[in-house]
């Protein structure tokens, strides 16, 4: 079993070290690729394995549960780590077209395996320490690829960005150590069954919000998401569509991991918490994308207001909220990691990302239109494409709940949405250039490199879009296991206690 | 044919169209005219079902788990507009043919029509509310691009996005609505809830539901008070006009009025809202149309005076006014049709649609004043044309409609209505064929070829048809007011028939149509009057709402995201203190399980140093060298700090990582100004004292209240204690826990630090490369350097010490399974050793003893502590099992061997690695011997002060 649990994580560490050994030849990004591939393969094996055992869990150095550092795979883990393995391996083909040599012998594939490692470390843990250790995997190296042969703008970015993250870290290390004085374990499934023994609910409560802060910081939720604008527009394409598909998505599923397993003992009071803040987090980010004219910078914006309807889906824990939370996910990685993709042939082709001084991709590049307009709309939340049901799952469970006011807001901000994705479609796409440059794809140094991810993901999102059932079906047997932790206690530690 | 192939041909026939292009030009549009005409040819197969009155329904489970499956049902209300959409299409796409030029990409705009056209039949087929919502966003989506077709156009692309924004707005509305409905009847399938009339009304969500409904009915049908974008969405080509503002699109939202009908209507509220909101917009578009120039424009507004007019006959909730509403459906998609494509001939031919510019053209064009003629004088409502048949009904409906308690408000204002219907008409007609032949046309005009004008020609037979013989239209409109009707209320005895007797009606009508004429008349004047009123623009004021919500997004955003770190974290901080606080009020805190242990004065001490180190940083903090000296001592206590608590590991480590730390810091200050200079103001220091203050208290008060409380139940450290030896084969159970216990933390962090070093490095290879690069050959060390570079007494001092370094390394990496110590305290050991021999004997002298590249150390370490982990895969046991046994070399004594060691040399390894590479990465900063390979262009710093001083 632990095979399955670790391959995923190894594969990146030694592609990543082979990566850096010859990051000099070109061999560098195919090595990449093929650890990408190769864990994609592994994250689908333990798909097919956790599809059928539900719950997988592996001790790591054969210690038992709650004693050593375990690692578990329930559906949610499984499907973001599969969710991962298909990010990377696009990201790391359109990385051939997009890394110039001097960041490859920097070390940026090396860096990128280690990231995609590190988030697949968050999603696979089963031990909040660990769960520490690869958040600083993710924050070094994403570091690391915000800056890497960067200017002046790119580390005054990447310094804000760790500097910010480091205060959730320092918070979260502050968390961990006071759960710990009161539980004495570290392992969630065991947290799970300690933290229902403390009597000092106000004091768990405190810690609770403390998790909350660290993890919103991560997941950047309204009021801490100043590190997001400020450094996902520097970096180059390929890293802020790994970036803007999953570094947040940690955070999030942190935060549901918690808010589900451990965190459950005050729902009336954390989750209404985090409804406010899911709230705040969908109005703000959408105002600040429509007061964006750049196109990388109004898509950032939108990963906030996006992060929100994920975290109402966590607020309102009902299971259908917990379905559209978790079809939430899968959908906007695929979609927004994509859209980041395309905003970097954009660039290419037009020579910039200031939407008003762009223009014509529609009439000579009108293939790069088509899929343009697929993950576009998907995020503004049209049919049949996965956006829809992402969204329409949500709305119908504040409905149900009949938080009118909620759902309103839910539908405003995605009329919003589709006001900016309009904008960024009529500007770049429809306009003709300013300058009168007809950008052809033909252009691009490596344009089946370029294409082919953003095409892939594309014909992900019409999957999810035209037939959602099997994707609902699968979020709904993931959000009984988040309401229903006793399997995956069981499989940590064993007997049931 | 089955119901799902007429919904899916046209979506499967799109692509077609798109990926023909190149086959020219008729192939194009003959696909997609073929593709249409077997959705048609399938309809009509349905056509003698639907005449016995049977409902044919077709159903597919596509996401049972959310209650939505591909339901289709077809009845006579449904089979009557999927004939107007597929009918009219099919002229449509015979129209555009010859209309579109030969720049424009045919392909794209077949594609996009058939899109839009398999939407709009899935519409008006679906059983289901909520696969209807889809196809309701679809053609939302499928007509932005159809309007935005010609992009290059400016008012193209705004006319698109307005559209979108409001129709989009309408359908996120009905998504609510929608789900509200479906919640109150149990159901989404409309064959259910338009079995439940009462159920449906008795609900307290009745309202809302009927609101978010009709929210969306309302901004497809471009009811007031969202009119505004379908004039704009007149940039369109005019196939795409016609198509979609005649028979199609904005009918959509009628569609829906009528479909809901038997269950929504008849109450209060429903009344009020839609009867007065048809009746505004019917008067306001009419009077709008007639001041238009554009012809387009004037058909626009027209349409939206008659979509208003069908929607107040909805909103009475009688059995007749939904038969006249049927009927007027049916005669306005005829003529308006065929009045906008004449209207594109006319265009087409004249190359201008401004009325002011033509005039004269009934010699010109005879064929298209045919047309023109009989279709607006029926839409004016003059007898033996259709038009006149429905606007008689509306008349007559008006006049027994009682609305805000007054018999007369409706029949005066549809009176008024109709006047300025017929007043445009009549401009239509008299302004563009009439009056003197021009000699100043943009272009020649003349009649077109067959292609363009046939399709309108074909539109005036029923229009002519129905109005002489109303009858033959008669069994068809019953069949359909039947199907809206449903069970909720009888069918009308009425009958259409032309002469009804001396009814009001008959002299509302005389009015209207002599008004008409009046007001024709008196256009100059009256034109005048109009161009001096002042009057809201509803384009203006949904462009200030849609800037004032982006100037407040500016406003809201741009100073909160200005860029201020000290901003950011303290915002940060005052989030976690306020959601502490307020977590802390919430919940029960018990008393404490322990005392307060007493204070030893030693600690005492202790920490009163480290405040003051603490405090005095505050102070000193601009002096960059003694706050380098103060964050020591604080490291130093905290060193101590450990000691005291029994943790001499963490002791030596903290101890050793403070001593690098500290020389690392150092050889970055070398390039940096000695002090930092005042960024922030009195104030905003005086509040960041106040945040931190209070981030720093609400620390200790959460640290003291734990402190005082036990776990709830043992931890898991006892767990190490007791199995650190007999598990783990070593007796220091820090030193256990980290490489075995949980290795796998160590493991990840050793690649966190391997990382942070490859970082260091990269960045000084960008920083050299860069302009910075020539800074720093260009620099001057702002002190005089010392004349002795390497101090013998340092050089001879540190070479001796060297081994004795590496022993202590040696000793305690291996002393470290048992007693203090370990691979990350010996790394650092013989870092610092290495280090200097760096400081004392110069870079160039140590570097050229060391044999192995640092990045080659740092890999081999992390791979020796990843291979150690995956070698028990082999033994088939979970990542990073150790193992050990003892063994007895003599003279030794009996020794222990781990996997773990093994491990333990891979951290070992990886932090020496780091540790150097970080610091030849900062000396090569301060190396200008061997310059670096400069890639910025420039090798000298223009900002040099003495060079311009020589200049």
């Given amino acids: 079993m632990s095979w399955y649990l670790t391959l995923p994580l190894v594969i990146p560490f030694v592609a990543s070290i082979i990566a850096y050994l010859l990051r000099s030849s070109p061999l560098g990004a195919w090595v990449s690729i093929i650890g990408s591939g190769l864990g994609l393969i592994a994250s689908i094996a333990l798909m097919v394995v956790v599809l059928d055992a539900g719950v997988i869990a592996g001790q790591m150095g054969n210690w038992p549960a709650p004693f050593g550092i375990t690692l578990v795979a329930d559906l949610l883990s499984a499907v973001m780590v599969l969710i991962t393995a298909i990010t990377g391996f696009a990201v790391a083909i359109y990385a051939l077209g997009d890394i110039t040599e001097r960041q490859a012998k920097l070390g940026y594939h090396a860096l990128f395996q280690i990231l995609l490692a590190g988030v697949t470390g968050a999603f696979l843990t089963g031990d909040l320490f660990n769960l520490y250790v690869w958040f600083e995997v993710m924050l070094i190296a994403s570091f690391g690829l915000l800056i890497l042969n960067g200017g002046k703008e790119q580390i005054d970015g990447g310094v804000k960005y760790v500097a910010l993250n480091l205060i959730s870290t320092i918070l979260f290390l502050t968390g961990i150590g006071l759960l710990y004085g009161m539980t004495g374990t570290l392992n969630f499934a065991d947290l799970a069954l300690k933290v229902e023994e403390v009597e000092n609910q106000g004091l768990l409560t405190v810690v609770a919000m403390m998790f909350m802060v660290a993890f919103g910081v991560k997941a950047a939720v309204f009021p801490l998401f100043f590190w997001l604008p400020a450094a996902y527009h520097t970096p180059s394409f390929a890293v802020s569509a790994v970036f803007a598909g999953l570094l947040t998505k940690v955070g999030v599923y942190a935060l549901i991991r918690m808010f589900t397993m451990v965190f459950d003992h005050d729902i009336g009071f954390t989750h209404t918490v985090l409804l406010w803040v899911a709230c705040f987090t969908m109005v703000i980010g959408v105002l600040g994308a429509a007061a964006q004219s750049d196109f990388r910078k109004i898509l950032s914006f939108h990963i906030i207001s996006q992060i929100g309807y994920m975290i109402l889906g966590l607020a309102l824990m009902t299971p259908l909220a917990l379905v559209g939370a978790v079809f939430y996910l899968v959908h906007h990685i695929i979609v927004k990691a994509n859209l980041f993709l395309i905003a970097g042939i954009a660039k290419r082709l037009t020579g910039g990302t200031e939407v008003y001084q762009i223009g014509g991709l529609y009439k000579s590049a009108p293939f790069l239109a088509i899929l343009f307009l697929i993950p576009a709309f998907s995020l503004a939340g049209f049919p049949p494409l996965s956006g829809f049901w992402a969204k329409y799952i949500i709305v119908k469970a504040t409905l149900d709940l009949e938080m009118w006011f909620v759902a309103f807001i839910a539908l405003a901000v995605g009329l919003m949405t589709i006001y900016s994705m309009t904008k960024i479609w009529a500007e770049a796409f429809w306009k003709p250039h300013p300058e009168g440059i007809e950008p052809e794809l033909k252009t691009l140094p490596n344009k089946a490199a370029q294409l082919i991810p953003v095409a892939g993901l594309a014909v992900l999102t019409i999957i999810i879009g035209l037939n959602p059932e099997p994707f609902v079906v699968f979020a709904e047997r993931t959000t009984a296991q988040l309401l229903d932790p006793s399997p995956y206690i069981a499989a940590v530690l064993g007997e049931t206690p | ?951």
């Fill in chain 2, 1 to 951: 044919m089955s119901l799902f192939f007429i919904v899916a041909l046209p979506f499967f026939g799109a692509l077609l169209p798109g990926l023909m292009n190149a086959a020219g030009r008729s192939a194009t549009a003959g696909v997609t005219f073929t593709v249409t005409l077997a959705a048609f040819i399938g309809l009509l197969t349905n056509l003698p079902a639907i005449l016995a009155g049977d409902v044919v329904m077709a159903r597919v489970d596509w996401m049972p788990a959310l209650g939505l499956n591909f339901t289709l049902m077809l009845d006579s209300l449904g089979f009557f507009f999927a004939l107007l959409i597929l009918g009219i299409g099919l002229l449509i796409i015979a129209y555009a043919r010859q209309y579109l030029s030969s720049k424009d990409h045919m392909g794209e705009f077949f594609t996009y029509l058939l899109l839009f056209q398999g939407a709009m039949v899935g519409i008006v087929l679906s059983d289901n509310i909520l696969l209807l919502l889809i196809f309701w966003e679809l053609t939302s989506l499928s007509s932005f691009l159809l309007i935005g077709y010609w992009k290059h156009l400016p008012e193209g692309r705004q006319g698109a996005r307005m559209a979108l924004t409001v129709t989009g707005m309408g359908g996120l509305a009905m998504i609510g609505g929608m789900l509200i409905l479906g919640q109150i009847v149990g159901s989404y399938d409309l064959s259910v809830i338009l079995q439940n009339r009462e159920l449906i009304q008795a609900d307290p969500l009745y309202v809302p539901a009927l609101i978010l409904i009709l929210l969306g009915c309302f901004t497809k049908s471009a009811q007031f008070p969202f009119h505004f974008w379908l004039p704009h969405a007149m940039a369109a080509p005019t196939p795409v006009s016609a198509y979609l503002h005649s028979a199609t699109m904005v009918k959509a939202g009628i569609f829906l009025m009528a479909r809901m009908w038997p269950v929504l209507s008849g109450t209060p509220e429903w009344f009020v809202i839609v009867t007065s909101a048809g009746l505004i917009t019917m008067v306001l578009g009419a009077v709008i149309a007639l001041f238009k120039h554009d012809l387009k424009a004037l058909l626009a507004f027209s349409t939206v005076s008659h979509l208003g007019l069908i929607t107040m006959l909805l909103g009475t909730g009688t059995a007749f006014g939904a038969m006249a509403a049927v009927f007027h459906i049916l005669n306005h998609a005829t003529f308006k049709a065929a009045l906008f494509m004449s209207a594109g001939i006319i265009d087409h031919e004249a190359h201008t649609r401004d009325i002011r510019r033509l005039g004269g053209l009934r010699t010109l064009m005879p064929i298209t004043f045919m047309i023109v003629s009989l279709a607006a004088l029926s839409m004016a409502g003059i007898p033996l044309l259709n038009g006149f048949l429905s606007k008689e009904m509306m008349l007559e409906e008006a006049n027994h409609t009682v609305l805000f308690n007054s018999p007369w408000l409706v029949p005066v204002l549809a009176t008024f209505g109709s006047l300025f219907s017929a007043a445009y008409c009549f401009r239509l007609i008299g302004h563009v064929f009439f009056g003197p032949v021009r000699d100043d046309y943009p272009a020649k005009p003349h009649d077109p070829g067959a292609g363009l004008w046939l399709p309108p020609a074909l539109l005036i037979i029923p229009v002519v048809v129905i109005g002489v013989a109303p009858f033959v239209a008669e069994p068809f409109v019953k069949l359909v007011t039947a199907s809206v009707l449903g069970s909720a209320a009888e069918m009308p005895s009425a009958h259409l028939k032309i002469w009804h007797g001396l009814v009001p009606a008959l002299y509302m009508s005389i009015i209207a149509v002599v008004g008409g004429l009046v007001m024709l008349a008196i256009f100059t004047p009256a034109l005048r009057i109009w161009e001096n009123t002042p009057r809201p623009e509803a384009k203006v004021i949904f462009e200030t709402i849609v800037e004032a919500a982006a100037k407040l997004a500016q406003a809201l955003i741009l100073p909160l995201h200005n860029g201020a770190f000290s901003r950011y974290a303290a915002v940060g901080t005052i989030t976690i203190v306020v959601a502490g606080y307020y977590a802390w009020t919430t919940g029960t805190i018990g008393a404490p399980t322990h005392a307060l242990q007493p204070a030893d004065p030693v600690l005492i001490s202790g920490w009163g140093m480290l405040v003051a180190a603490t405090i005095g940083m505050v102070f000193l903090h601009r002096n960059r060298f003694l706050s380098l000296i103060l964050i020591g001592i604080v490291g130093l206590m905290v060193s101590i700090g450990f000691v005291f608590l029994s943790a001499p590991d963490l002791a030596m480590t903290q101890f050793t990582v403070e001593v690098v730390t500290i020389i690392l810091m150092l050889l970055a200050l070398n390039f940096l100004p000695n002090r930092t200079p005042i960024e922030s103001s009195v104030l905003r220091r005086v509040r960041d004292v106040g945040v931190a203050a209070a981030g720093g208290l609400a620390s200790f008060a959460l640290a003291y209240h734990y402190m005082l409380r036990d776990p709830v139940a043992s931890s898991i450290s006892e767990f190490h204690l007791a199995n650190s030896y007999k598990g783990g084969g070593g007796t220091n159970v820090v030193n256990v826990i980290l490489v075995d216990f949980r290795g796998f933390d160590t493991f990840g962090e050793i690649i966190v630090l391997s990382i942070a070093a490859l970082l260091i490095y990269a960045l000084t290879e960008t920083l050299l490369g860069g302009p910075v690069g020539a800074k720093l050959l260009n620099r001057r060390p702002d002190q005089p350097r010392a004349g002795d570079m390497h101090p013998m007494m340092m050089v001879v001092l540190t070479r001796g010490m060297m081994p004795v370094v590496m022993m202590v390394g040696f000793y305690i990496f291996l002393s470290g399974h048992n007693e203090p110590g370990g691979g990350f305290i010996a790394g650092l050991i013989v870092s610092i050793g290495m280090v200097m021999q760096y400081m004392a004997s110069g870079f160039s002298w140590a570097s050229a003893r060391l044999k192995y590249p640092y990045h080659g150390v740092i890999g081999a370490g992390v791979l020796v502590a990843g291979f150690t982990g995956i070698g028990s895969w082999f033994v088939d046991k979970p990542f990073l099992t150790s193992d050990f046994t003892y063994v007895r070399i003599p003279p030794f004594e009996k020794f222990e061997l781990a996997t773990a060691a093994l491990f333990d040399v891979g951290v070992f390894l990886s932090v020496v690695g780091a540790v150097m590479l970080s610091l030849e990465s900062f000396s090569r900063l301060a190396r200008r011997a061997d310059a670096p390979q400069v890639l910025h262009p420039m090798d000298i710093d223009p900002s040099r002060e003495d060079l311009k001083e020589g200049v």
